[in-house]
């Protein structure tokens, strides 16, 4: 297919992840060439013989030499090569909620963000469970990090109060003995984050800053 070679070489370009019509549609991966300044479209379903993406796809993200791609609804996890978008797996529908953010935490689990819930994944067999509570949040749990040994997720509280940050522990979410009806245990940060928010990992071993600035 056309976009093998192009898509394979990523120093020359990047995915772009398109949800699609908003709430009808399949979503698509778009290929931007920087050299020339262009875009390719609909590069997962021609690599993938017409196959397509969930509806309304949200986030995507390289996790152990694997891209997961989230859509709302649907298809709501693919699993593919980062280089040729072939798919390698695909769960269908997985919970009875949207889904909005997939986030790695080890080479067996992974979670997927949705309103107000999570769900843990198992990434050999695609067992789902879905988690009831992160304390008290019903109205969305969307962006997340994994790090330092910690699940850091950026949640609404109750209602319509400001989005709060949540830390829980990868060992307790890690866990067989799990159950869906198990409370997991968190711990509320004092930030308050609003729409948008993205957690990003630094480094300030590896900042380096002229010597009349000041911190």
């Known amino acids: 297919v056309g976009s093998e070679m192009c898509i394979r070489d990523s120093s020359k370009g990047c995915l772009i992840i398109n949800e699609g019509w908003f709430g009808h549609g399949s979503g698509s991966i778009s290929f931007y060439n920087y050299e020339k300044n262009s875009i390719e479209h609909w590069c997962y379903k021609n690599q993938n013989f017409g196959d397509v993406l969930g509806v309304t796809s949200q986030s995507a993200t390289l996790w152990n030499g694997k891209l997961y791609v989230c ?14 978008l072939y798919a390698e797996n695909s769960c269908g529908k997985l919970a009875n909620y949207q889904a909005y953010e997939f986030i790695g935490l080890n080479d067996d689990y992974g979670i997927i963000t949705h309103g107000g819930y999570f769900s843990r994944i198992n990434l050999k067999t695609f067992e789902t469970i879905t988690l009831v509570s992160v304390g008290n949040t019903y109205t969305g749990t969307g962006s997340g990090i994994a790090y330092n040994g910690k699940l850091i997720l950026n949640v609404n509280s109750s209602g319509w109060g400001s989005p709060k940050v949540y830390t829980i522990d990868i060992a307790e979410l890690c866990s067989p003995d799990l159950k869906p009806t198990d409370k ?3 711990q509320e940060l004092d930030i308050a ?22 911190v």
């Open 71 to 84: 859509s709302k609804e649907d298809n709501q996890l693919v699993v593919m090569d980062p280089k040729t």
């Open 193 to 214: 984050t609003y729409g948008g928010t993205r957690f990003v990992p630094v480094s300030y071993t590896h900042l380096t800053l002229p010597t009349n600035s000041r």
């Open 184 to 186: 997991v245990a968190f």
